[in-house]
């Protein structure tokens, strides 16, 4: 079935899930090719994510985002932007920086690490089912994540799935969810 036929038929039978699109996985697929093993399967996964499975989804980003991928090179920023083109901009409220506030009141963030506390209460704050990225160590971290999720169970916000792409890469094509 075609990714196209796929996501119509989503959005037929229901609302499709909405996927926010960190900015490490906008600094994959512009990455050229890696000789490093495991940045090399990284590319692949984050590539065959971006071209096999993200028509099943509805993509969000922010103006965090924008702002990290403008970062560095001129050129290279660009190419980034031109990834994040068309995919709609969460909208800034002041809640998302009270969650924020509130992890790095916990120390569960170093200070440096404040953008990434911002990309997942911006994500939390909108309800936004996955958060998709490549930072395992500030955001998709096992140690990190269990307190992520204390910090919003008491705020009572839904905790979102935080995750890499390699975990929303259909390895089985056998596999049919229908």
Not at 10 to 32: A, C, P
Not at 150 to 175: A, R, Y
């Amino acid at each position: 079935m075609s990714d196209i036929v796929e996501a119509t038929k989503r959005k037929l039978v229901g609302k499709m899930d909405t996927v926010y699109i960190e900015t490490s996985v906008i600094s994959y697929l512009r990455q050229k090719p890696s000789s490093q093993v495991v940045m090399a399967a990284r590319q692949l996964l984050t590539h065959q994510w971006w071209n096999d499975e993200r028509a099943k989804y509805q993509l969000v980003a922010s103006q965090f985002v924008i702002d990290e991928a403008s970062d560095g090179d001129p050129v290279l920023a660009e190419e980034r932007l031109q990834f994040l083109d068309g995919i709609p901009l969460l909208p800034l409220e002041p809640a998302i920086a009270d969650i924020a506030d509130e992890i790095m009141a916990r120390a569960i963030l170093p200070e440096k690490a404040r953008t990434d506390a911002l990309h997942i209460a911006i994500v939390a704050h909108h309800r936004i089912q996955y958060l998709l990225t490549w930072n395992c160590r500030h955001i998709a971290n096992a140690r990190i994540l269990p307190r992520i999720h204390s910090v919003l169970n008491d705020l009572s916000i839904p905790v979102p799935v935080i995750c890499t792409p390699e975990e929303m890469v259909d390895h089985d094509p056998e596999f049919d969810n229908d």
